[in-house]
Nanobody, 125 residues
Framework: VQLQASGGGLVLAGGYLRLSCAASGFTFSRYVVGWFRQAPGKEREFVAAISWSGGSTLYTDSVKGRFTISRDNAKNTEYLQMDSLKPDDTALYYC???????????????????WGQGTLVTVSS
């Protein structure tokens, strides 16, 4: 199983970025996938998740209305479109896949068994 995140970078507040996560080694279309982030000195926190079909999504309150998670099962890839970025969004962003197939959306770190290497997002004011 491999998850490869990309798309991070340095952006001014109010700007946008699109993260991608390419998956391989498992049946991507059967798993909930999501994004988490970890800022310096803080614990890893949930950002967004999307159901295996793409029909349902879940967001943490601080990103609702600004971030959009999506997936393309034909390409084994998930995305995180981040608009109206704020300095508080600065963190290392990780993509993750649920531990088991056909699961439900979940915010808990422990429910995700496979992780990408992280991509750094820095938002300057």
């Amino acid at each position: 199983v491999q998850l490869q995140a990309s798309g991070g970078g340095l952006v001014l507040a109010g700007g946008y970025l699109r993260l991608s996560c390419a998956a391989s080694g498992f049946t991507f279309s059967r798993y909930v996938v999501g994004w988490f982030r970890q800022a310096p000195g803080k614990e890893r926190e949930f950002v967004a998740a999307i159901s295996w079909s793409g029909g349902s999504t879940l967001y943490t309150d601080s990103v609702k209305g600004r971030f959009t998670i999506s997936r393309d099962n034909a390409k084994n890839t998930e995305y995180l479109q981040m608009d109206s970025l704020k300095p508080d969004d600065t963190a290392l962003y990780y993509c993750a896949s649920s531990r088991y197939p056909d699961g439900r959306l979940n915010m808990a770190v422990a429910e995700y068994g496979y992780w990408g290497q992280g991509t750094l997002v820095t938002v300057s004011s």
